[in-house]
Structure formats: C-alpha cells, structure tokens
C-alpha cells in the first residue's frame, strides 16, 4: 500500500528546462541496483553535486528558497531511455507530483505505476506557473486528482488535466498493480470458477 493522493497543497520545485531526459534524472552508473531504495539521493545527481560531490549551490535542488513536493518541469520530460529508476529517484526524493506541458509516455507510466501523479497542463499554464514560482518562491499549488484541477493559487488561474480511470482509483486509495489484484481476488476467483464450471 501506497500513501494514499486525494487533494495536495504545496510548494513547488521548478525545473524550467525542455527535454530532460531519464540518464539526467538518474545516471546509468545508478542502475546496477534491484531495489528502490537510496535513488531519491541521487535524482539529477550530475546537476547536484560536481565529481568531487560538492554540492553545486546555483542547482535548484541545492537552493534554500524551493521546497515541496511538487516538480514544475519544462515540456518533453522523461524523455530517453525507458528506465523505471528515474521514476523510482523522483518517488524517493518525495515528490508527489510532477508538473509538465508534456511527457514521454513510458515514464509519465512509470510515475504513475510509483505512485506519482504526472499532470499535463498547456503551455502558457507551465509559462504562468513558472513566474509565479520564480516571483514568489512561497506559491502554493493545489492538485485535486478526484476534481482533475490543478490551480495556482498565486494568480486562482486552474486547469482540468487527464488521467487513466484505472490509474485514478490507484493513487486515491493507495494502491499498486499488485494491490489492486488482491483487493479483487475474490472476484477474480469467482470469475476462473464460472470459467471452468463453465
């Protein structure tokens, strides 16, 4: 079982560069590894931290003013390979959603599938969102997954955005594809009985 997302208020992180791709979310050299854990430490490791592992202070996620757990990305993000570890970094680092006017399909599958909640929204929406942050590193966000409205609360400026039914009812109640197939075992049984019984 998975945190369970209804309705998120909170500060955001921008990122406002195009087409970044999942080796700058989490490099190859990371992905020897089987299991999720430690990857939240090394998301956007090369823009983090110089080969010395100092960190580089003019990164975003080294800078003070930015919080939360909202990602407001430029357009294209997830691009690249189809590694499953750039959403396992993204989740890990505790982020809950990540904000864009467009992502690759398999890794906006892939947030979805660890429990992150990719919301597309037009251009000037990211363009408003992004100099609201930039004004005012203080702006809150409002994502509401039952509702489909994502709102800036700086300017009240929102917009509808689009989600899988399936993928939906998993983020509202906390559940995994695994999850969801053992809170319907019983159905699932009943159905092979009927097919065998015929």
Not at 15 to 20: G, I
Not at 63 to 85: C, M, Q, T, W
């Amino acid at each position: 079982m998975k945190e369970k997302f209804e309705i998120l208020r909170s500060t955001c992180i921008p990122l406002p560069l195009e087409n970044v791709d999942t080796d700058q979310i989490i490099p190859a050299r990371f992905l020897k590894a089987t299991t999720k854990e430690g990857f939240g430490e090394n998301l956007f490791r090369d823009w983090r931290y110089d080969k010395q592992g100092n960190k580089i202070e003019s990164f975003v996620l080294n800078d003070p003013r930015y919080s939360g757990k909202i990602l407001v990305a430029g357009k294209n993000f997830g691009s690249g390979s189809s590694r499953e570890h750039a959403a396992w970094a993204i989740a890990g680092y505790g982020f809950r959603v990540v904000v864009s006017s467009f992502f690759a399909d398999i890794h906006k599958n892939n947030e979805l599938n660890n429990g992150v909640l990719p919301v597309v929204v037009s251009e000037p929406f990211l363009a408003e969102l992004f100099a609201s942050i930039d004004k005012n590193p203080e702006t809150v966000v409002e994502v509401n997954l039952p509702e489909q409205r994502i709102t800036n609360t700086e300017t009240g400026k929102s917009e509808h955005f689009e989600i899988n039914a399936y993928k939906k009812h998993c983020l509202i109640n906390g559940l995994d594809d695994i999850d969801y197939l053992l809170a319907n075992r019983q159905k699932i049984e009943e159905y092979e009985k009927l097919m065998v019984n015929g």
